[in-house]
């Protein structure tokens, strides 16, 4: 039988400043990286994909939290945010520190299924994009991406975005078009959101229970 999980069962596990901090790996826990700029809405998906206002923090100075914050889903799968980049206001002695966190953790001994890179719909990648793309690609660990903010577009503008992004990731890696973007999202309408978390449940060969 198919295991179900229930993303509303979410607790965050441990809040880590330091390598040293992160919970012991879990080869039967998978662990699912959200990556992206500061300002790409990460903290609001978790919450959206989870059902819950208050479970990650958000906060309206982009960039503000430097930590890693491990969430356990149903005692089944795990969400990783990682810092974000590109926008924090600190000095490049902090962001280094911060990025540094994130190398330790991408290139640790870690059951890690799967990266999602999340992307602004509105917007082409950027510098920052890209070079994460690059280091995902050297490491490689496998990742796709998730275009966040989808409700800011028109039907037809979201069309043209998926359709640019995907061809201009797959001109660079040399990848296959349909498998770059798993889901379009706006967390304030809902839209996509059961999509990804089916998309979560797969990486381990379960579904998402419908809960909404």
Same mark, same amino acid.
């Given at each position: 039988?198919?295991?179900?999980?229930?993303?509303?069962?979410?607790?965050?596990? !441990?809040?880590?400043?330091?390598?040293?901090?992160?919970?012991?790996?879990?080869?039967?826990?998978?662990?699912?990286?959200?990556?992206?700029?500061?300002?790409?809405?990460?903290?609001?998906?978790?919450?959206?994909?989870? %059902?819950?206002?208050?479970? !990650?923090?958000?906060?309206?100075?982009?960039?503000?939290?430097?930590?890693?914050?491990?969430?356990?889903?149903?005692?089944?799968?795990?969400?990783?945010?990682?810092?974000?980049?590109?926008?924090?206001?600190?000095?490049?002695?902090?962001?280094?520190?911060?990025?540094?966190?994130?190398?330790?953790?991408?290139?640790?001994?870690?059951?890690?299924?799967?990266?999602?890179?999340?992307?602004?719909?509105?917007?082409?990648?950027?510098?920052?994009?890209?070079?994460?793309?690059?280091?995902?690609?050297?490491?490689?660990?496998?990742?796709?991406?998730?275009?966040?903010?989808?409700?800011?577009?028109?039907?037809?503008?979201?069309?043209?975005?998926?359709?640019?992004?995907?061809?201009?990731?797959?001109?660079?890696?040399?990848?296959?078009?349909? !498998?770059?973007?798993?889901?379009?999202?706006?967390?304030?309408? %809902?839209?996509?959101?059961?999509?990804?978390?089916?998309?979560?449940?797969?990486?381990?060969?379960?579904?998402?229970?419908?809960?909404?």
């Amino acid at each position: 039988m198919t295991k179900e999980i229930n993303f509303r069962l979410t607790k965050v596990l !441990a809040t880590c400043g330091t390598a040293r901090q992160f919970p012991p790996a879990d080869p039967m826990r998978p662990e699912i990286v959200l990556a992206g700029k500061s300002n790409v809405g990460k903290s609001t998906l978790i919450n959206a994909l989870t %059902g819950s206002k208050r479970l !990650a923090y958000t906060s309206q100075t982009p960039g503000k939290t430097r930590l890693i914050i491990f969430f356990e889903i149903d005692e089944t799968l795990r969400l990783v945010d990682v810092p974000g980049y590109g926008y924090a206001k600190v000095s490049p002695d902090v962001q280094e520190k911060y990025s540094g966190l994130t190398n330790d953790y991408l290139a640790g001994d870690r059951p890690l299924a799967h990266i999602l890179l999340l992307l602004d719909a509105r917007h082409k990648p950027g510098t920052h994009d890209w070079q994460l793309m690059d280091w995902l690609q050297t490491l490689g660990h496998p990742w796709s991406v998730v275009l966040t903010k989808s409700d800011k577009l028109s039907r037809q503008k979201l069309l043209e975005q998926k359709r640019l992004i995907k061809k201009l990731i797959a001109a660079r890696f040399s990848l296959d078009e349909d !498998a770059i973007i798993v889901a379009g999202v706006s967390a304030a309408r %809902g839209s996509g959101i059961p999509e990804l978390r089916q998309f979560l449940a797969s990486l381990i060969n379960a579904r998402a229970k419908k809960t909404d």
